[in-house]
């Protein structure tokens, strides 16, 4: 048996956090640039969603988990000799899986037996989430460490999210989208289609207005399991939504439909969660989306 830690980019939040056992390390988030809060345990994440719609000029920050927020969370652990798995946010957009690392390597020159893991997912929010549980379906069935550490790094390229937001304002103030190119696509009404997947973003084309970008989501997921030739029932999939949870719901009863008509026989359950503060900041408060990645099953003999 082993613990499972993961830092709070999963969106998994406390109370499913605790029902996994699974510690979660809090990112720091900033609706100013000056005050940090740690994510989810300082300020609720329907209150700063709040915040970002009724303050559109603000100009939100994150900041990721200390050295020594990591080396509180490895040390109990390493002291009792228990195995430990910290999955955290991708390493292409956040320093957290280095600060991990780094926690580990000291930690180990003082406990040189203790067994630390640190896997930079390349996923995040939807995926990162699939991830731990994933991880914790494996712990349960009794896998070792290794075992997987071996299949999660396997199969973290079947970690897709298609989404859209709200509008180009925060992506283009983070430097993800041209000021120019995204100032016309706002007036024009242009949703982009946005691909997240080795750990990035990447263009999934463009829609014009909501109802058609969320209708594109829902045809880019199809496109992506008949391309994989898949049974859903193989794959964990789960829609992510910003402040609207009626939009949210909205999307998961048309994922679900969607899927029933595509694939009659398959009786795969669809995932429903918050996008969390420390993605927020990057996307706005209206980011919408799916996200699939391959389930592990136990083996049958």
Request: proline share 5%; aromatic share 8%.
């Amino acid at each position: 048996m082993f613990e499972i830690i993961a830092d709070s980019a999963c969106d998994i939040g406390l109370e499913k956090a605790k029902e996994l056992q699974v510690k979660l390390i809090p990112f720091y988030v900033s609706p100013d640039g000056k005050d940090y809060h740690k994510e989810g345990e300082d300020q609720n994440v329907r209150d700063f969603y709040r915040l970002l719609v009724e303050n559109p000029g603000l100009s939100p920050k994150t900041s990721l988990p200390s050295l020594d927020d990591y080396m509180k969370a490895f040390e109990p652990y390493a002291k009792e000799g228990r195995p430990v798995l910290c999955l955290c946010y991708t390493g292409k957009m956040s320093g957290s899986a280095g600060c991990a690392r780094n926690a580990k390597e000291i930690l180990l020159d003082e406990y040189p037996d203790a067994e630390i893991e640190t896997m930079d997912t390349t996923a995040a929010t939807v995926t990162q989430a699939m991830m731990v549980e994933n991880a914790c379906a494996m712990r349960d069935a009794g896998c070792t460490l290794k075992e997987t550490v071996t299949w999660l790094t396997g199969c973290a390229p079947t970690n897709q999210i298609f989404f859209t937001v709200g509008n180009l304002d925060y992506l283009i103030r983070g430097g993800r989208i041209g000021k120019a190119k995204g100032m016309a696509a706002n007036l024009l009404n242009i949703k982009p289609m946005i691909h997240f997947h080795d750990g990035e973003i990447f263009s999934g084309g463009v829609a014009r207005g909501r109802l058609k970008s969320i209708e594109k989501a829902i045809t880019q997921l199809m496109n992506y399991l008949a391309d994989c030739h898949a049974d859903p029932d193989d794959y964990r999939i789960t829609v992510g939504y910003g402040y609207d949870e009626e939009e949210g719901r909205r999307l998961w009863m048309q994922v679900r439909a969607a899927l029933r008509a595509h694939f009659p026989a398959s009786k795969c359950e669809v995932g429903l969660l918050q996008i969390g503060t420390t993605i927020c900041v990057h996307t706005g408060p209206y980011p919408l989306g799916i996200g699939v990645m391959r389930r592990w099953k136990p083996q049958k003999n």
